[in-house]
């Protein structure tokens, strides 16, 4: 009997270690999104949670065919998390270059032998959109001067979409970084007023080379619009150079030469004017 409880008991300890999360989803909320740095590729965005499945959150193999787009990552082999798990966090895989469309998002995970299949884990629908609002960006003015406000210009499509909700603006490090939610409906029924440029003031900034960044977020997640990034240079005041000891000396120097010169003229024509 003795031997049967310790053994219960040994198990129960073994059991009470067992992670919280094992045997739950280990991943959720895969979305598309936009290159935020604002290059042109897109990048599937998961949730992932340390439970039945061990992944480093970076390891994964992209692949396409048609309008199918597969994210694979490695087979966790029957690992689970030791201890106490870490909280959910999001994890970005680039998925590259997508052209206008309507794509469908796969998330599996490669087989562990026997196994010859892979798991699915997750799907999504998605699409890119070639016809944005906002197209076209410019910094103006620029190169700008610390003392300038800067604007983001670009052309407003107003069949397209339109604004859907007060534009921010956030600026860390060298990135300036505009949003700007959008509805793609058009702005009103019948034929649309034909494209414009639009203003979106940023602000003032210290002098130094930036890149602006315009995201347009579109709701629902499902519609995604590739950023829009451009090159700004803000320069700062004049700088003012010492002038050298050795040339300062050498303007003292000529300013009393001229002066015994000018002194020696002025002293000539006055004896020439008595004589």
């Known amino acids: 009997m003795r031997h049967l409880f310790a053994l219960g008991f040994l198990l129960l300890l073994c059991g009470a270690s067992l992670p919280a999360l094992a045997g739950t989803p280990s991943f959720s909320n895969l979305h598309v999104i936009a290159d935020a740095s604002g290059g042109p590729g897109l990048f599937a965005r998961v949730r992932y949670y340390c439970g039945d499945t061990v992944w480093d959150g970076v390891t994964a193999t992209v692949s396409r065919e048609a309008n199918m787009v597969t994210v694979t990552i490695p087979s966790s082999e029957g690992f689970v998390c030791i201890g106490v798990p870490p909280p959910p966090a999001d994890f970005d895989l680039a998925l590259g270059s997508l052209g206008p469309g309507d794509y469908t998002l796969v998330m599996q995970q490669a087989p562990t032998p026997p196994q010859t299949l892979p798991t699915p884990l997750l799907s999504t629908a998605f699409s890119v959109t070639g016809f944005p609002p906002y197209s076209n960006l410019r910094v103006v003015p620029n190169p700008a001067s610390a003392s300038t406000a800067v604007r983001a210009?670009?052309?407003?499509?107003?069949?397209?979409?339109?604004?859907?909700?007060?534009?921010?603006?956030?600026?860390?490090?060298?990135?300036?970084?505009?949003?700007?939610?959008?509805?793609?409906?058009?702005?009103?029924?019948?034929?649309?007023?034909?494209?414009?440029?639009?203003?979106?003031?940023?602000?003032?900034?210290?002098?130094?080379?930036?890149?602006?960044?315009?995201?347009?977020?579109?709701?629902?997640?499902?519609?995604?619009?590739?950023?829009?990034?451009?090159?700004?240079?803000?320069?700062?005041?004049?700088?003012?150079?010492?002038?050298?000891?050795?040339?300062?000396?050498?303007?003292?120097?000529?300013?009393?030469?001229?002066?015994?010169?000018?002194?020696?003229?002025?002293?000539?024509?006055?004896?020439?004017?008595?004589?």
């Open 153 to 275: 210009r670009m052309l407003f499509s107003c069949g397209n979409g339109t604004a859907d909700g007060p534009p921010s603006v956030t600026v860390q490090g060298d990135r300036v970084t505009l949003r700007l939610p959008v509805f793609l409906e058009p702005c009103f029924a019948g034929v649309p007023p034909p494209p414009g440029d639009v203003d979106f003031a940023l602000g003032q900034l210290p002098p130094g080379d930036y890149t602006v960044v315009v995201l347009q977020d579109v709701s629902p997640n499902s519609i995604v619009i590739p950023a829009l990034s451009s090159a700004l240079q803000v320069l700062g005041p004049a700088a003012t150079h010492p002038v050298p000891t050795n040339a300062r000396w050498a303007l003292i120097v000529l300013i009393g030469v001229l002066a015994i010169v000018g002194a020696v003229a002025i002293t000539e024509g006055g004896q020439r004017r008595i004589a």
